[in-house]
T-cell receptor, first 111, second 113 residues
Framework: RKEVEQDPGPFNVPEGATVAFNCTYSNSASQSFFWYRQDCRKEPKLLMSVYSSGNEDGRFTAQLNRASQYISLLIRDSKLSDSATYLC????????????FGTGTRLTVIP | DAGITQSPRYKITETGRQVTLMCHQTWSHSYMFWYRQDLGHGLRLIYYSAAADITDKGEVPDGYVVSRSKTENFPLTLESATRSQTSVYFCASSESNSNQPQHFGDGTRLSIL
């Protein structure tokens, strides 16, 4: 079983829509969680860390559900510029080799 | 603020050749990482380094060699390139290995013919 699993999509949504992605992780002892954004043929860039209490950054809201072992990303009022692949990243335990990346969920926002 | 830079951006070479991918960061981050990204896989860790002269294997180290003689540089060498090593390679760095996120270079697209 993969450490991190994501629905690859693609998610095609109209501008202004609200869209949510989930990501599940297999290691219940996982410590840290992140969402990265990756544009086509570019490097991943940190979008936001995910805190136990949930956190919001503008139109983006991240949630962590430890009981069900998933994290979510909600994007409100989608913009064309939100089109990208969103990577779920989980750090399972202390140690530099314990950061695992999902394969990403592709989002396309349509005019 | 240059951050983290990789070179070359694109490289085409032949099987059996040695090729070195360069990574340089200006943040004085302790940790540096090399990943490869392939369709159907998330980023997979090849090697990482906690500090100068300290390196360790990641998930997929076979066929690769790294060194870290200086904190700011972390080159990745394919000693005898194979077609299966065709991939996009990303270098990353982070301040520490606690809960700090990693910051990525803009990648090297490597094709082995």
């Amino acid at each position: 079983r993969k450490e991190v699993e994501q629905d690859p999509g693609p998610f095609n949504v109209p501008e202004g829509a609200t869209v949510a992605f989930n990501c599940t992780y297999s290691n219940s002892a996982s410590q840290s969680f992140f969402w990265y954004r990756q544009d086509c043929r570019k490097e991943p860039k940190l979008l936001m860390s995910v805190y136990s209490s949930g956190n919001e950054d503008g139109r983006f809201t991240a949630q962590l559900n430890r009981a069900s072992q998933y994290i979510s990303l909600l994007i409100r009022d989608s913009k064309l510029s939100d089109s990208a692949t969103y990577l779920c990243v989980v750090k399972t335990q202390t140690g530099a080799n314990n950061l695992f990346f999902g394969t990403g969920t592709r989002l396309t926002v349509i005019p | 603020d240059a951050g983290i830079t990789q070179s070359p951006r694109y490289k085409i070479t032949e099987t059996g050749r040695q090729v070195t991918l360069m990574c340089h960061q200006t943040w004085s981050h302790s940790y540096m990482f090399w990943y490869r990204q392939d369709l159907g896989h998330g980023l997979r860790l090849i090697y990482y380094s906690a500090a100068a002269d300290i390196t360790d294997k990641g998930e997929v180290p076979d066929g690769y060699v790294v060194s870290r003689s200086k904190t700011e540089n972390f080159p990745l060498t394919l000693e005898s390139a194979t077609r299966s090593q065709t991939s996009v390679y990303f270098c990353a760095s982070s301040e520490s290995n606690s809960n700090q996120p990693q910051h990525f270079g803009d990648g090297t697209r490597l094709s082995i013919l």
